[in-house]
């Protein structure tokens, strides 16, 4: 992905993880967008290149989100 005005944040292993993080940054006002390769998901890949999904906000987020994320696996 070659946006620049997107910020990669995270990159999750499989769809559910990054549906997972999706779901908590937008539930807290970050408009988030995320992309991975459809064989992934297809195939249930999860360790793989291919299994990866790249997460990515607005660039004027980026920085809300990168502090979200690291609280959000700081609970864990």
């Known amino acids: 992905m070659k946006d620049k005005k997107l910020h ?3 990159k999750a292993s499989g769809y559910m993880d990054a549906q997972l993080i999706k779901n908590y940054l937008e539930s807290l006002g ?3 967008f995320v992309f991975s390769e459809s ?3 297809a195939y249930g ?3 793989t290149p291919s299994g990866e999904s790249e997460i990515y906000v607005r660039n004027h987020q980026a920085d809300d989100a990168d502090k979200l994320i690291e609280e959000y696996f700081s609970k864990k």
């Open 39 to 41: 064989i992934g998901a």
């Open 45 to 47: 890949l999860t360790t």
């Open 30 to 32: 970050i408009e988030v």
């Open 8 to 10: 990669l944040v995270w």
